[in-house]
Every structure is written in structure tokens, then in C-alpha cells.
């Protein structure tokens, strides 16, 4: 996730809600991010369920509630009690719109194939999707929250739209270096690619060049591919350049055409 780091989001969350609740649905988000990015949607359903428990369990504590014993916790009774707390105790983001979206993912995690005939296309996909869509605006509204009347609303409104970015399971990461699975990338593409996984933030062009030498290309290609990007980028006069809108459209367009051409 860059632009993100757990590490980062963990202390920004924990200064409003339970820290243990926290820990776990940061970390079934981030399998749940890992599963999806190797297609396995089933698996990726699965730890979507379990972070809404997480997340549901969080806010029941902050409105001053005490959790029963571990399994005694039913989703469905949370967010129904939750709709109930008084309006001067909550904002209603807390008391209905995360329960409501909890929901959402909630039916489907529990009942995955259960509302699908046989003979249908298979569902798992597009229900992974929206999934990971419904819990990255979750834990963003969470860290909207969390952080409001904070000093760096910058550094948050840039968390907001990294969670909010649309997911492809054509990206791995690997100790910050990031490969996109497709055949046949130009360097341009990586590059754009790169960038667009970096968005909002801004990448040095000598690491877009590093990127697109790991995917193959010589340097001197690379730097060409880094200096076609010119039109769907800004520099900061620096070397520092931040993908524009244009770009962001372009980079989606060219993950959605070619999710299926994994480069094997």
C-alpha cells in the first residue's frame, strides 16, 4: 500500500478507538488486501467478514459499551444496537453509516455463493470487489474520525484517497518494490503504472527508472519511458512528479483492459 503505511495508520486510529480492536482490523484488512492482489476472492471475502467484526467491536466499545465473551458478539445485534445510541452520544457516521456499510460486506462474507445458482458466473470476483471497496472507505471514514480537528489534515486527506484507490489483483509488492503481472509493459507504462500505485504522492524519476528496469527495460529505454510521462504528470521543479488526473484515468483504463493477461 504506498503512500500507506500500517505502521502509520495504527497510532492515527488508536487515538479514538480500542487498540486491540484496531490491531485486528488492520491486520485482516491487510491480508484481505494481500488475497485479493493473488485473486483469491474467497479468501479475501473471508477476512472481510472477520474485519467488520473487528470494526463493529471497535465502535461498541467508544460509544461505552462492554464486549461479552469472545464468541458472544453477534455482528447483526451490533448494528442494530449501534442505530440505537443516542444521537448527543455519537455522530451518526459512528451510529449508522459505518454499520450500515459493515452490513453490506457482513451479508456477503456470510452467505458467499449461498444467493448464486450453480450456472450463474461465478460471483466471486465482483463480490470481492466490492468488498475491499465498502471496507477501504470504512477505515478510511474511520480515520477521517479519528483525526478530525487534527493539525495535519494534508497527511490524512492523502491516507483518505490511498484507501479509497481502486485495488487490482495484478500488483505485488515486495519490500517497496512494486511489480505489476501483465505482459508486454513499455517502460512509459511501469511508470505510469508506479506512479499511479504511489498516488497521491510524489515518486523521484530516478525510482520510476529503477521500477522500469525491474520489469525488464534497459536503463537508457527507461529514462525515455520516464520522459514520456510529461503531459499526465507534475514536477515539483524538483525531479519529483505526481500523476495527474489524465494519468490516473489512463493507468486504470490500462489495468482494467489487461487484469486477465497475467505475465506467467
Same mark, same amino acid.
Not at 36 to 65: D, H, M, P, Y
Not at 201 to 217: F, I, N, W, Y
Given at each position: ?8 495508520? =495504527? ?10 480492536? !484496531? ?21 479475501? !471475502? ?42 448527543? %452520544? ?5 451510529? !449508522? ?12 462474507? %456470510?452467505?458467499?455463493?449461498?444467493? @448464486? ?20 472507505? !470504512? ?57 499511479? @500505485? ?16 525491474? @520489469? ?35 493507468? =486504470?483504463?490500462?489495468? %482494467? ?8
Amino acid at each position: 500500500m504506498s503512500g500507506l503505511t500500517f505502521v502509520a495508520l =495504527e497510532p492515527m486510529l488508536k487515538a479514538k478507538f480500542n487498540s486491540k480492536e !484496531i490491531d485486528r482490523l488492520i491486520a485482516h484488512y491487510q491480508t484481505m488486501l494481500e488475497e485479493f492482489q493473488k485473486g483469491e476472492w474467497e479468501k479475501a !471475502i473471508v477476512r472481510s467478514g472477520k474485519f467488520v467484526e473487528a470494526t463493529l467491536k471497535a465502535l461498541w466499545i467508544f460509544v461505552g459499551n462492554t464486549l461479552p465473551r469472545a464468541r458472544e458478539f453477534k455482528a447483526d445485534y451490533g448494528i442494530r444496537e449501534l442505530e440505537k445510541v443516542p444521537t448527543a %452520544s455519537a455522530e451518526d457516521t459512528i451510529r !449508522i453509516s459505518i454499520p450500515r456499510a459493515c452490513r453490506f460486506v457482513y451479508d456477503i462474507a %456470510s452467505n458467499r455463493g449461498a444467493r @448464486h445458482d450453480n450456472d450463474e458466473l461465478d460471483p466471486n470476483e465482483m463480490d470481492a470487489t466490492a468488498v475491499l471497496s465498502t471496507c477501504s472507505w !470504512i477505515l478510511a471514514e474511520l480515520l477521517r474520525n479519528a483525526q478530525k480537528g487534527s493539525l495535519d489534515l494534508g497527511k490524512v486527506q492523502e491516507m483518505v484517497l490511498n484507501l479509497t484507490q481502486k485495488r487490482f489483483p495484478v500488483i505485488e509488492d515486495v519490500d517497496g518494490h512494486v511489480y505489476f503481472h501483465l505482459k508486454d509493459l513499455s517502460a512509459r507504462e511501469v511508470a505510469l503504472l508506479t506512479l499511479w @500505485h504511489a498516488h497521491p504522492a510524489r515518486m523521484r524519476k530516478q525510482d520510476l527508472v529503477e521500477a522500469a528496469c525491474r @520489469h525488464g527495460s534497459s536503463k537508457a529505454n527507461a529514462t525515455m519511458g520516464v520522459s514520456r510521462l510529461d503531459k499526465v504528470v507534475d514536477d515539483d521543479g524538483g525531479g519529483n512528479l505526481r500523476l495527474l488526473l489524465p494519468g490516473v484515468h489512463e493507468a =486504470e483504463r490500462l489495468l %482494467s483492459a489487461n487484469k486477465n493477461k497475467f505475465d506467467q
